[in-house]
T-cell receptor, first 111, second 112 residues
Framework: RKEVEQDPGPFNVPEGATVAFNCTYS??????FFWYRQDCRKEPKLLMS???SGNEDGRFTAQLNRASQYISLLIRDSKLSDSATYLC????????????FGAGTRLAVHP | NAGVTQTPKFQVLKTGQSMTLQCAQD?????MYWYRQDPGMGLRLIYY???????DKGEVPNGYNVSRLNKREFSLRLESAAPSQTSVYFC???????????FGPGTRLTVT
């Protein structure tokens, strides 16, 4: 089983749609969770951290379910500029400052 | 404040050639990392340096060596390049345990 699993997509949605991505992780001892965004041929950039109580940043909402070892990202009112690959990231509790990256979910927003 | 910088941006090598990828950060971060990213795959950790003076192997260290030259700089060396090392290489840094990582713009390496 992969340490961090994501649906690769692609998710093709029209502008204005709401879209949700899910991610599962295997190590129940993980404590830090993030969503990163990666544009084509560019470096990953932090989108948001994920907190136990859930958190929101504008149109983006992240949720964490520790019992099910599941993380989600909800994007409301999708924009063309949201088209990218979204990486689910979890810390490796056994490795100092190490993060484990999912392979990513690709989102394509069309007019 | 440039963040994380990498050189070169692009490189083409012939099999057996050697080269060093350079990485520097100006955020006073303690830990630095080298990853490779291949199409359809997640980022895979090659080597990391938890702090100045220490380096450790990651998931895919074979064929690579690293040097943590000082707190700012962390270089990755390919001693004898192979076609399987064709990839995009990213350097990253982080302040401390549980913190997010910041990435450089990447080096696109092709080995023929």
């Amino acid at each position: 089983r992969k340490e961090v699993e994501q649906d690769p997509g692609p998710f093709n949605v029209p502008e204005g749609a709401t879209v949700a991505f899910n991610c599962t992780y295997s190590n129940s001892a993980s404590q830090s969770f993030f969503w990163y965004r990666q544009d084509c041929r560019k470096e990953p950039k932090l989108l948001m951290s994920v907190y136990s109580s859930g958190n929101e940043d504008g149109r983006f909402t992240a949720q964490l379910n520790r019992a099910s070892q599941y993380i989600s990202l909800l994007i409301r009112d999708s924009k063309l500029s949201d088209s990218a690959t979204y990486l689910c990231v979890v810390n490796n509790p056994g490795g100092y400052n190490k993060l484990i990256f999912g392979a990513g979910t690709r989102l394509a927003v069309h007019p | 404040n440039a963040g994380v910088t990498q050189t070169p941006k692009f490189q083409v090598l012939k099999t057996g050639q050697s080269m060093t990828l350079q990485c520097a950060q100006d955020m006073n971060h303690n830990s630095m990392y080298w990853y490779r990213q291949d199409p359809g795959m997640g980022l895979r950790l090659i080597y990391y340096s938890a702090s100045e003076g220490t380096t450790d192997k990651g998931e895919v260290p074979n064929g690579y060596n690293v040097s943590r030259l000082n707190k700012r700089e962390f270089s990755l060396r390919l001693e004898s390049a192979a076609p399987s090392q064709t990839s995009v290489y990213f350097c990253a840094s982080t302040l401390g345990q549980g913190s997010e990582q910041y990435f450089g713009p990447g080096t696109r390496l092709t080995v023929t």
